[in-house]
């Protein structure tokens, strides 16, 4: 069973208006950490977001949150007033430690079109 | 600002070459990982290191080996490069402890094997 999953291939949003990129995982840990990159065409992956699995709180970073169900385990990555510079993939990622080493595992990802 | 850089931004070897991708962090983190990204699979881990010459086999190291002499420094290499090792490769480091033990990438490598 996939660990991360991301079951948006493609998203498409106006600029100025909100997106949700979802984003479901499964894990038996109950120390986990979530999160979202960016990737632009450039090919280089940017952190935009963490949500650690005992945070109390949905994390937000800018114009970026992350709306965290643990029940349902999901971890949607909210962009409200997208810009054209938003057009990009974007990848759900799940740490978890095994053996005393953190290691990411990640989805296959969303990309996202913004158009003018 | 964590700054990861990788040799080359693009490289092009033939069959049966030995490969070396380099990377290096300014960040003194202990963490350092490698990636690879094809299209449709997400970012797969080949290895990783947790300290000096200590490495860690990831979800798919066959066909390549890592080495860490010195603590800014991660090589991937292939020993013997095939075509279906044409990928991006992506470098990334983090510090164990820090809370949130986010990894940061460097801009990647397109490798294409001939």
């Known amino acids: 069973a996939q660990k991360i999953t991301q079951t948006q291939p493609g998203m498409f949003v106006q600029e100025k208006e909100a997106v949700t990129l979802d984003c479901t995982y499964d894990?038996?840990?109950?120390?986990?950490?979530l999160f979202w990159y960016k990737q632009p065409s450039s090919g280089e992956m940017i952190f935009l977001i963490y949500q650690g699995s005992y945070d109390q709180q949905n994390a937000t970073e800018g114009r970026y949150s992350l709306n965290f169900q643990k029940a349902r385990k999901s971890a949607n990555l909210v962009i409200s007033a997208s810009q054209l510079g938003d057009s990009a993939m974007y990848f759900c990622?799940?740490?978890?430690?095994?053996?005393?080493?953190?290691?990411?595992?990640f989805g296959k990802g969303t990309m996202l079109l913004v158009s003018p | 600002d964590v700054k990861v850089t990788q040799s080359s931004r693009y490289l092009v070897k033939r069959t049966g070459e030995k490969v070396f991708l380099e990377c290096v962090q300014d960040?003194?983190?202990?963490?350092m990982f490698w990636y690879r990204q094809d299209p449709g699979l997400g970012l797969r881990l080949i290895y990783f290191s947790y300290d000096v010459k200590m490495k860690e086999k990831g979800d798919i190291p066959e066909g390549y080996s890592v080495s860490r002499e010195k603590k800014e420094r991660f090589s991937l290499i292939l020993e013997s490069a095939s075509t279906n090792q044409t990928s991006m490769y992506l470098c990334a480091s983090s510090e164990p402890g820090q809370g949130t033990d986010t990894q940061y990438f460097g801009p990647g490598t397109r490798l294409t094997v001939l």
């Open positions: 894990t038996s840990d109950p120390s986990y950490g």
């Open positions: 960040m003194d983190h202990e963490n």
């Open positions: 990622a799940m740490r978890e430690t095994d053996s005393g080493y953190s290691t990411l595992t």
